[in-house]
C-alpha cells in the first residue's frame, strides 16, 4: 500500500464548477499535511497547508479527518487557471521529509 | 518566489558517464533536498542535507552522491549515469519562517541518459 493515495484523475470539469479532492495516508503519525500545485513542466509550488481545524484560502477549502487519514481540496468556483495537477503531500512528526502521492490531475473545460 | 536555481536545466548524457547536477538558494535556509520525478511514482526523495557536510538518504540513494560543502549550494552526482536515471530532478529548500517541513522547489532539471 502506497503511504499516500490519490485518484490520478484527470478530472475535466467545466468552469465555474466545483470540484473536490481527496487523498489518504497510511501512517496514522503523520503531522503535517499541506496541497501543492504542479503545472506540466514545472515545481511544485505550495498551495496551502491543511490544518487540523479545516482551512480556506479564497476559493480554496482544505479539510483534515484524522479519524479516516484523509486530506481532502475544495476548488470552488473553478477558474482556467487551476488546470493543473494537485499533489497531496504528509510529514511525520519530527522528520524534515516529506511523502508525496503522485497527483491528481485536473483540467478546467471552458 | 523562493530563490532557487538549478544547473543545467537541461542535459543529454550517455551511460555510464559521470554527470553532477547543481542546486543553488540565496534564502539561507538549513535544509536542502533532491527529488526525482517520474511518471507514476511522483516525487521521490534521493539525499538530502540538514547542514553543510551533514547528508543523507533518501528512499531512492543508490547510483547518487551528493555533497553540501556551503549553505547555498547542494550538489547531485551520477557517478555512472544508467537509463533507469533519465528522469526530471528537482532540489528543494526548507528551515525558514515557514517551518522545516515546508519545502520550496528549485525549477527542475530534465536529464536524458541514452
Known amino acids: 500500500r502506497k503511504e499516500v493515495e490519490q485518484d490520478p484523475g484527470p478530472f475535466n470539469v467545466p468552469e465555474g464548477a466545483t470540484v473536490a479532492f481527496n487523498c489518504t495516508y497510511s501512517?496514522?503519525?503523520?503531522?503535517?499535511f499541506f496541497w501543492y500545485r504542479q503545472d506540466c513542466r514545472k515545481e511544485p509550488k505550495l498551495l496551502m497547508s491543511?490544518?487540523?481545524s479545516g482551512n480556506e484560502d479564497g476559493r480554496f477549502t482544505a479539510q483534515l479527518n484524522r479519524a479516516s487519514q484523509y486530506i481532502s481540496l475544495l476548488i470552488r468556483d473553478s477558474k482556467l487557471s487551476d488546470s493543473a495537477t494537485y499533489l497531496c503531500?504528509?510529514?511525520?512528526?519530527?522528520?524534515?521529509?516529506?511523502?508525496f502521492g503522485t497527483g491528481t490531475r485536473l483540467t478546467i473545460i471552458p | 518566489d523562493a530563490g532557487i536555481t538549478q544547473s543545467p536545466r537541461h542535459k543529454v548524457t550517455e551511460t555510464g558517464t559521470p554527470v553532477t547536477l547543481r542546486c543553488h538558494q540565496t534564502?539561507?535556509?538549513?535544509?536542502m533536498y533532491w527529488y526525482r520525478q517520474d511518471p507514476g511514482h511522483g516525487l521521490r526523495l534521493i539525499h538530502y542535507?540538514?547542514?553543510?557536510?551533514?547528508?543523507d538518504k533518501g528512499e531512492v540513494s543508490d547510483g547518487y552522491s551528493v555533497s553540501r560543502s556551503k549553505t547555498e549550494d547542494f550538489l547531485l552526482t551520477l557517478e555512472s549515469a544508467t537509463s533507469s536515471q533519465t528522469s526530471v530532478y528537482f532540489c528543494?529548500?526548507?528551515?525558514?519562517?515557514?517551518?522545516?517541513?515546508?519545502?520550496?522547489f528549485g525549477p527542475g532539471t530534465r536529464l536524458t541518459v541514452l
Open positions: 501512517n496514522s503519525a503523520s503531522q503535517s
Open positions: 503531500v504528509v510529514n511525520d512528526f519530527g522528520n524534515e521529509k516529506l511523502t
Open positions: 491543511v490544518y487540523s
Open positions: 542535507s540538514y547542514g553543510v557536510k551533514d547528508t
Open positions: 534564502e539561507n535556509h538549513r535544509y
Open positions: 528543494a529548500i526548507s528551515g525558514g519562517v515557514a517551518g522545516t517541513d515546508t519545502q520550496y
